[in-house]
């Protein structure tokens, strides 16, 4: 990469500010990652509080994470995290049916957040030029002059400490969905920054559990919510011989004591799984969640958006995180940025808002689609939304009885393909054709709980 700069400044040390940094190194003799909390720890930390509930990274996210940082995936298994074939070691419950994966083709890394992170960003604090600056909260955006964005204003933690300039020729915003850039942008006299919402109002609950019954579980077990129960769970093996499980509700909150907690996974469990949760032993505390909506703020149309500022991660799109995207999604940005990098400072954040905002438009679509085939969740359902949830559903009956057809639906969930791989013939014709599998599995109201 040739160096187009001499400083840049990513603010969060979240995975997106994290995998920000590592697309910056290179391009940037000193790269400063400013976050509000402390160090990295190896349990769930105040400014990520989502990282006590299960996260699944996808295969697209696992491929990224080598990429950036080869042997990470050999790190994290010598470390203690899982690995598993998802064609024989998971039970993927969606739409009510039991989905069919080929043994042998993916191998899934799976881990807790906090230990995710802690080993990226082991791997970030080594690279050349990279600094941390911890225990500081940004406060604002420093003007440039007109049309330029020229660092950030900072504020110590600590007690009588005193606001700090940070002068950059690039800001990475990766604060996450609490992050206040928009509104500061607004008040230096850009925008207005448009913003896409759809109130979901998901409620998350979790505790880490180890079964006695874990032959049951297998490596993990996920339950996708469907029409008429908008739930879902997942239940995963993580490092520390134990499993994370996690039950979610869209415009439901899952109850924190612990006869509630039960009750809700019992709705959602296969029996045989529901008997290994009935009968594990808790490792702790049951966290909860409020994620309120999918959230996508469109930079890449605002008219006079200045240089010198790009944004990333939940700050800049966050999903319905029952579809555990947002990880890979802060990925995909990242290596957006290393490619709008590659290309020279001139224009760079216009170009990497447009980059990024095609990356994002695949998800995006997906998972509202998702939210939308729920008739428990509000907005507009376009005659393309409603063409595609009818076909999916009708995938999802085939993949139920053809591995073939299952793998292809998982290697789009998963952000290998696009959603037009499920549309070739092969799939076609098993979703929709006379005898295809999707005619003969037709919509179920009662869960089909096949074992692994
Ligand atoms: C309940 C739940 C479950 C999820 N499950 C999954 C899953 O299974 N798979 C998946 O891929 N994704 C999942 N996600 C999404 C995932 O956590 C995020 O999309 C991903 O981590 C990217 O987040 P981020 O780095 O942009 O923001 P965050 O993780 O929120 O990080 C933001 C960082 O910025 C710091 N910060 C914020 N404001 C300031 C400030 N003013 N000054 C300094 N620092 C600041 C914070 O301390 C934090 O470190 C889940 C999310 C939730 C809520």
Not at 94 to 110: D, F, K
Request: hydrophobic fraction near 45%.
């Amino acid at each position: 990469m040739r160096v187009i700069g001499e400083h840049a400044v990513v603010l969060g040390a979240g995975m997106a500010g994290l995998l920000a940094a590592r697309a910056l190194t290179g391009a940037y003799e000193r790269v400063t990652i400013v976050e509000r909390d402390g160090g990295s720890t190896r349990e769930a930390r105040k400014g990520v509080p989502q990282g006590r509930h299960a996260h699944v990274l996808l295969p697209r996210g696992q491929r990224t994470l080598e990429d950036f940082f080869p042997g990470l995936e050999r790190e994290l298994v010598d470390g203690g995290a899982v690995v598993a074939d998802p064609g024989t070691d998971h039970r993927f419950v969606m739409g009510g049916r039991t989905l069919l994966r080929r043994a042998g083709t993916e191998r899934a890394i799976q881990a807790s957040r906090p230990f995710l992170e802690r080993a990226v960003r082991e791997r970030v604090a080594a690279l050349p030029g990279v600094r941390f600056a911890c225990g500081r909260d940004v406060v604002g955006l420093l003007s440039g002059g007109p049309g330029r964005i020229s660092g950030v204003q900072v504020m110590p933690r600590s007690v009588g400490g005193a606001a700090e300039e940070l002068r950059a020729d690039l800001v990475v915003d990766a604060m996450g969905r609490g992050g206040r850039t928009r509104y500061w942008l607004e008040r230096l006299g850009y925008g207005p920054v448009p913003r896409e919402e759809i109130d979901i109002g998901v409620g998350y609950a979790s505790r880490p559990i180890r079964p006695a019954l874990a032959a049951r579980i297998g490596r993990a077990v996920v339950v996708g919510p469907r029409p008429g129960r908008s739930a879902g769970m997942a239940l995963v093996a993580v490092e520390g011989d134990r499993y994370l499980l996690t039950v979610a509700g869209l415009n439901r909150r899952p109850p924190a004591d612990d006869d509630g907690f039960l009750a809700f996974a019992r709705e959602l469990a296969p029996p045989d799984v529901f008997e290994a949760i009935r009968t594990a032993e808790p490792l702790g505390g049951i966290a909860t969640h409020r994620y309120s909506s999918d959230l996508r703020v469109r930079y890449e149309k605002v008219r006079n958006l200045p240089e010198g500022l790009v944004v990333t991660g939940d700050a800049l799109c966050s999903f319905n995180p029952i579809y555990a995207q947002g990880m890979t999604v802060a990925g995909l940005e990242a290596e957006a940025l290393r490619r709008s990098l590659r290309e020279g400072p001139r224009d760079l954040a216009r170009r990497y808002f447009r980059a990024v905002a095609k990356t994002l438009d695949d998800p995006w679509r997906m998972a509202v689609a998702a939210d939308l085939s729920l008739p428990e969740v509000e907005g507009r359902r376009s005659p393309a939304i409603k063409i595609m949830n009818a076909y999916v559903d009708r995938v999802q009956a085939a993949a139920a009885q053809d591995a073939a057809v299952g793998e292809q639906f998982f290697r789009v969930i998963g952000l290998l393909d696009p959603p037009t791989a499920l549309m070739r013939p092969a799939v076609l014709a098993r979703a929709l054709l006379p005898g295809g599998r999707g005619r003969v599995a037709a919509p179920v109201a009662r869960e089909e709980h096949a074992t692994a």
